[in-house]
């Protein structure tokens, strides 16, 4: 059954937070990534390390920040670092167990786009670009992708690829790459061919209505079922955690 | 200020206004767009609103940028605009490249190594690779950037002109090291002795930084850490009041040219804002 | 301490003693010494009175190495002895390159561009240079230097292991991060709360730290900066001391081979020059 | 007239800090450099910026330190940066007017020996070796050396170049390299093919004393002339600061 007291966003929320494991270093960016990371910090993994590509390092925030360099990241982190020494000497040398990334599209090998919809030189839509996103798809060691599915965020072929997945002829061979999809629909991972598949189905879901969420054939775990349900505990963290929160902190996913 | 940015910048330069959502040097911006500089090309990590306003005053052919996003809010409708219609052109990097380019121009080097895999964006300008001369492994290299001034605002200086800062730095040490000349605006002057004794850490000594102005709420609506908070309420509104051109204007002429200074800028906004502002930083 | 080193220090290995002037780990040396480690490289910018009694321990196969002096006093003769006799490898470059190489380690690039001109150390090795993709720019580079351990001092550690210092850092945050693992010893372990409020500075999140041991006076005869001052006498002593291999020896067995731990160790020295160097690092 | 007050070394001090600019920054080495840079400071260039190796910006010491990470040089300076910082973003970028080094053999091109007397392989003495010396000789915009001058520290050729000078082919082209050289018998320029003139003598000294301590044809500029003694504030403020100093502060020139 789905969970009427949180809106699909919130349900994402839960279910990312479950991938992540006690003591993770976790890259964390704001919106939805940022509820998930704090979320599981407070019900299974007290000891997970925020980090947030401004600069900030095991941050402790006691409210969710609007952005990636809010003063309330800043005030109980252990510290801030410039920029270069975070990329260089943290995510390039394999330092962050765990990237969270958002995007406007997503094909079927963790490609992502939040660059542009429509050509680059005449774009439809200009979108923000990487920021950090395409190195930290390049370095860390797993990626949990966050967005909503649809036909137009689940397209064929992604319009630009801001932030790379795993290539055409397989798993990228470092072990690294996108592990998880977490959606409004269902959970997904990566078969040993670097295919999206489908794991969990969202209680309000079918394989049909995923399938026709989706913009190409989708393969599908032979367990598949249904996500667990909240717990109490996932429930009321979640619930103190988005109290604390500027009432649109989920604009951003 | 004024007499700085009348004496050191020129039209046509390459600017960086440095700061990564942190002390971003909004009165430098303001006063650019008052002495209607044009053609310069702007570069930061990220435009922010910074650069819709200095679009929005026309003082930019080419921005040069890694996130060009309203972070928590949304997209950067001017700036989104100008790339649209083409009235400005743009070079596009991720961070890491950004901040990457910036170290080998702080460091004089023609290129810096870093290992983000190819995309969309490096696959357009064909990045180039470059060998390992002691193993052959092949490193992607980005060219350096060093702008012709960076601009930034600080904490504080002291009698010396010694630049001293608190918190997130992002790329703002890279940004004013890669320039050969440094403009920089400060809350406060401060006496050395009482500085060095502080929490406050030295960003810059003296023999690189050109000119010092004393800029009170020089960041706003940015924020200075521990000075005053952030004004989110300004990034919210901006969303969409900057959706119409018109609007963007109206605010220019309030804001900027209907001002003579920062401290006419300060005396516009509400006297109950800035206070909540300094109250929150002080948690 | 004891335990780390006999845990995570394998003979063979390639190990990096960080701290330049300040905060050199003579405890961790000692211990290594002690437990009789063989066919070590030694890395270290200024091999200083550390490395002299590490060599005279018969630990090291090998010193990499920029500066081999005892500053404002002379040379430094067991090192020196085992150059002239062969009974060591060196490998030699300048400071410059050597804090380059340690960077390229912590960065994990496979070279680091360093602009210093042809002299007979790079015309011995060959120094490559690589070209510019960008400009034809011919630029020299140096491989990268990744110890399999990195050992600093510093001057606190809090209850998570997170490692906070004051003071001249030389070389010590890229030869940490230069390594897979990193091993400290500390003055004192205090709260975060308190350490954070005060002006000490992080060098190293506790995730980039393998093992934290308490070891008071663990930089003595160099410095903590606040807590004791550098024992000019004690590196003045050594030049005639050390001249003599058997004066060496024997002071191994006295203050090495002789005390079980730091703690012992201290306790050999003349409480009156403790008592001065704690003294003096408070003017 | 030779001032009976002042050792060779000490006039050597007096020399070397009259050529120092006011505002200049420098690069300081421990002993007699550092004796020059704080003689300066106190005599005519008191907005002299001292910068050392070590990582130490502006030092305003209180007395003379014996290494260049003494605690006395950190605890009145403007911040400490690590050393990565100094080299990359100050040194080899041309914001260090002045370096000083001094060395165990100097050649009429202004190269320095610091490493090894005899072949490098099998040493009759080993040395201390570069430090900061063959990148502070190759970026600085100016050098001035310090040594004793005698056919040991002035051979024809010496046996090893720590520190490039001016190059067989003439100047430096970039206009930077060695500016001067300063001895216990006299004081040196380089002429526009890079080879070292005899500029000022010691008053103790001759024409034929000084080539005798030479191990080449010495260049002798035209209007060559003897150097002038101490000025009364120069004689006061190295007494002063002599007297703040570990008595073997020359040790290690």
Same mark, same amino acid.
């Given at each position: 059954?789905?969970?009427?007291?949180?809106?699909? +966003?919130?349900?994402?929320?839960?279910?990312?937070?479950?991938?992540?494991?006690?003591?993770?270093?976790?890259?964390?960016?704001?919106?939805?990534?940022?509820?998930?990371?704090?979320?599981? +910090?407070?019900?299974?993994?007290?000891?997970?390390?925020?980090?947030?590509?401004?600069?900030?390092?095991?941050?402790?925030? +006691?409210s969710?920040p609007l952005s990636?360099g809010d003063p309330v990241?800043v005030r109980?982190?252990?510290?801030?670092?410039?920029?270069?020494?975070?990329?260089?000497?943290?995510?390039?040398?394999?330092?962050?167990?765990?990237?969270?990334?958002?995007?406007?599209?997503?094909?079927?090998?963790?490609?992502?786009?939040?660059?542009?919809?429509?050509?680059?030189?005449?774009?439809?839509?200009?979108?923000?670009?990487?920021?950090?996103?395409?190195?930290?798809?390049?370095?860390?060691?797993?990626?949990?992708?966050?967005?909503?599915?649809?036909?137009?965020?689940?397209?064929?072929?992604?319009?630009?690829?801001?932030?790379?997945?795993?290539?055409?002829?397989?798993?990228?061979?470092?072990?690294?790459?996108?592990?998880?999809?977490?959606?409004?629909?269902?959970?997904?991972?990566?078969?040993?061919?670097?295919?999206?598949?489908?794991?969990?189905?969202?209680?309000?879901?079918?394989?049909?209505?995923?399938?026709?969420?989706?913009?190409?054939?989708?393969?599908?775990?032979?367990?598949?079922?249904?996500?667990?349900?909240?717990?109490?505990?996932?429930?009321?963290?979640?619930?103190?955690?988005?109290?604390?929160?500027p009432?649109?902190?989920?604009?951003?996913? | 200020m004024?007499?700085?940015?009348?004496?050191?910048?020129?039209?046509?330069?390459?600017?960086?206004?440095?700061g990564?959502t942190h002390l971003i040097p909004f009165a430098f911006g303001h006063e650019?767009?008052?002495?209607?500089?044009?053609?310069?090309?702007?570069?930061?990590?990220?435009?922010d609103l910074l650069? &819709?306003q200095?679009?929005?005053?026309?003082?930019? &052919?080419?921005?040069?940028?890694?996130?060009?996003?309203?972070?928590?809010v949304?997209?950067?409708?001017?700036?989104?605009?100008?790339? &649209?219609?083409?009235?400005?052109?743009? &070079?596009?990097?991720?961070?890491?490249?950004?901040?990457?380019?910036?170290?080998?121009?702080?460091?004089?080097?023609?290129?810096?190594?870093?290992?983000?895999?190819?995309?969309?964006?490096?696959?357009?300008?064909?990045?180039?690779?470059?060998?390992?001369?002691?193993?052959?492994?092949?490193?992607?290299?980005?060219?350096?950037?060093?702008?012709?001034?960076?601009?930034?605002h600080a904490h504080a200086?002291?009698?010396?002109?010694?630049?001293?800062v608190d918190g997130?730095?992002?790329?703002?040490?890279?940004?004013?090291?890669?320039?050969?000349?440094?403009?920089?605006s400060v809350e406060t002057c401060e006496?050395?002795?009482?500085?060095?004794?502080?929490?406050?850490?030295?960003?810059?000594?003296?023999?690189?930084?050109?000119?010092?102005s004393v800029e009170p709420w020089g960041a706003h609506p940015s924020y200075v850490l521990g000075r005053y908070d952030r004004d989110t309420l300004f990034y919210r509104q901006w969303?969409?009041q900057?959706?119409?051109?018109?609007?963007?204007?109206?605010w220019l002429h309030e804001f900027v040219?209907g001002v003579a200074d920062r401290a006419e800028y300060v005396r516009q906004l509400p006297a109950g804002r800035l206070r909540t502002l300094k109250e929150a930083a002080l948690i």
């Open positions: 059954m789905s969970d009427p007291l949180l809106t699909p +966003k919130e349900q994402m929320v839960v279910m990312a937070a479950r991938l992540l494991r006690p003591a993770e270093r976790v890259l964390v960016g704001v919106g939805l990534p940022n509820l998930a990371a704090n979320l599981a +910090k407070r019900v299974h993994a007290p000891d997970l390390v925020l980090i947030y590509e401004s600069g900030i390092l095991d941050a402790n925030p +006691k969710l990636i990241l109980d982190a252990l510290a801030t670092i410039p920029m270069l020494e975070l990329f260089s000497n943290y995510l390039q040398t394999g330092w962050i167990d765990v990237g969270f990334l958002g995007g406007a599209q997503v094909d079927c090998r963790g490609n992502l786009n939040s660059t542009v919809i429509g050509p680059y030189e005449h774009p439809v839509t200009r979108l923000a670009g990487s920021g950090g996103a395409a190195d930290i798809a390049s370095c860390a060691r797993r990626l949990i992708l966050m967005l909503p599915q649809d036909l137009r965020h689940f397209p064929p072929q992604v319009d630009f690829v801001t932030s790379p997945g795993h290539p055409p002829e397989g798993r990228r061979p470092d072990g690294q790459g996108p592990a998880w999809v977490v959606t409004d629909r269902g959970l997904y991972d990566f078969d040993d061919e670097g295919r999206m598949r489908l794991r969990q189905l969202h209680p309000d879901e079918t394989l049909a209505t995923v399938q026709n969420a989706t913009g190409w054939p989708l393969e599908v775990h032979p367990d598949v079922g249904h996500w667990a349900p909240p717990t109490d505990a996932e429930y009321e963290a979640l619930r103190r955690l988005v109290s604390t929160t009432v649109d902190r989920q604009a951003s996913a | 004024s007499e700085a940015v009348a004496r050191y910048i020129e039209d046509g330069q390459v600017l960086y206004l440095a990564f650019i767009i008052r002495q209607h500089k044009r053609g310069l090309t702007l570069c930061r990590a990220t435009p650069y &819709e200095m679009l929005a005053g026309h003082v930019a &052919e080419k921005v040069i940028f890694s996130y060009a996003g309203n972070p928590g949304g997209l950067l409708p001017v700036f989104r605009r100008a790339v &649209e219609t083409g009235a400005v052109a743009i &070079e596009e990097w991720t961070h890491f490249e950004m901040v990457a380019r910036l170290a080998a121009g702080a460091a004089g080097v023609p290129f810096w190594p870093v290992n983000t895999l190819d995309n969309d964006l490096s696959r357009r300008r064909a990045r180039p690779r470059v060998a390992s001369p002691f193993t052959g492994q092949l490193v992607p290299v980005v060219p350096p950037l060093a702008p012709d001034v960076t601009l930034l200086a002291d009698e010396e002109g010694n630049i001293y997130l730095l992002g790329e703002m040490r890279e940004a004013a090291l890669a320039a050969r000349r440094v403009l920089v006496p050395a002795r009482e500085l060095r004794a502080g929490r406050l850490t030295l960003l810059l000594p003296a023999f690189r930084v050109a000119s010092v969303d969409a900057a959706r119409q051109e018109l609007a963007v204007e109206a040219y």
